[in-house]
C-alpha cells in the first residue's frame, strides 16, 4: 500500500554548456526515471553568473541570486558533469564556488554523476567534485555517486540511454537520493 507522499523538488545541474550535452541527457533520462510525487527542475544558467570573486560575494546580483534560490529551494540537487583536463568544467567550479560563503548546499540531499566517452568515466572530476561537496557540507547518501564511462556507445543517436547496468545504477542513485530527501524531512519534522 502506498500512503500519499509528500511532492519534492530535485534541482539538476549538469555541468556541461553544450546544447547537445551528454552530461544534460543523462539527467533528463534520470527525470524520466522519478516516480510521480518527485519533480525535477533543471537549472540551465551557469553562463550567466559572473566570475566569483569575494570582493562581490554580497553584492546584489540578480543571476547569482538566482543560482543561490535554486539551491534553496530544492529538497534536493544532482549534478553530473564532464571532466575538462582531468577536473570539472570552469564554469561550473564557478557555480559552485559562489555558494561557499552564502551556503544553500550546507546538509542539502545531492547526489552526484560524472560521464566521459573515455574509459574514465570522468573520475578524476568525479573526486574533485566530491572534495568540493565536502567543503560545501552537502550529504551524499551511499549509490549517490556514479561514474560512468565509455558514455557514447550508451546513448543512441537520439539521445536514449540503451544500456541496462547504467539505467538501473541512476535508478539506484535517484532511489538514495530520494530515501535522504525523506529522511532529512523526518528528521525536521521531530
Ligand atoms: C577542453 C576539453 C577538455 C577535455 N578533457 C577531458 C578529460 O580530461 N577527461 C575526459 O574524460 N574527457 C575530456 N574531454 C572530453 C569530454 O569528456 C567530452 O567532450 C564530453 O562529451 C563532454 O561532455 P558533454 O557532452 O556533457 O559536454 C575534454 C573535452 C574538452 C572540450
Known amino acids: 500500500m502506498h500512503h500519499m507522499e509528500k511532492q519534492i523538488n530535485i534541482l539538476a545541474v549538469s555541468g556541461s554548456l553544450r546544447l547537445t550535452s551528454i552530461n ?4 533528463k533520462e534520470l527525470a524520466a526515471l522519478a ?19 569575494p570582493d ?11 543560482w543561490r534560490q ?6 534536493g540537487v544532482v549534478f553530473c558533469t564532464p571532466e575538462y583536463a582531468f577536473g ?11 555558494l561557499v560563503s552564502s551556503g ?3 546538509e542539502k540531499p545531492v547526489a552526484t554523476i560524472s560521464a566521459s566517452p573515455l574509459p574514465s ?3 578524476k572530476a568525479h573526486a574533485a567534485l566530491l572534495h568540493t ?3 560545501l557540507g552537502t550529504t551524499i547518501p551511499s549509490n549517490g555517486s556514479v561514474t560512468i564511462p565509455a558514455v557514447k556507445v550508451k546513448f543512441s543517436e537520439e539521445g536514449q540511454l540503451q544500456h541496462d547496468a547504467t539505467k538501473h545504477e541512476l535508478q539506484h542513485l535517484l532511489n538514495s537520493l530520494i530515501t535522504a530527501i525523506h529522511e532529512k524531512q523526518a528528521a525536521q519534522i521531530l
Not at 544534460?24 to 539527467?27: E, F, G, P
Open 24 to 27: 544534460t541527457t543523462i539527467l
Open 88 to 98: 570539472i568544467p570552469g564554469a561550473f567550479k564557478n557555480a559552485l564556488d559562489w
Open 70 to 75: 535554486a539551491v534553496a529551494h530544492a529538497d
Open 133 to 135: 561537496m565536502k567543503a
Open 121 to 123: 568515466g570522468a573520475d
Open 56 to 66: 562581490i560575494d554580497n553584492e546584489p546580483v540578480a543571476s547569482v541570486t538566482q
Open 35 to 53: 516516480p510521480a510525487h518527485v519533480g525535477f527542475s533543471f537549472y540551465e544558467a551557469l553562463d550567466a553568473l559572473p566570475h566569483f570573486n
Open 104 to 106: 544553500e548546499l550546507n
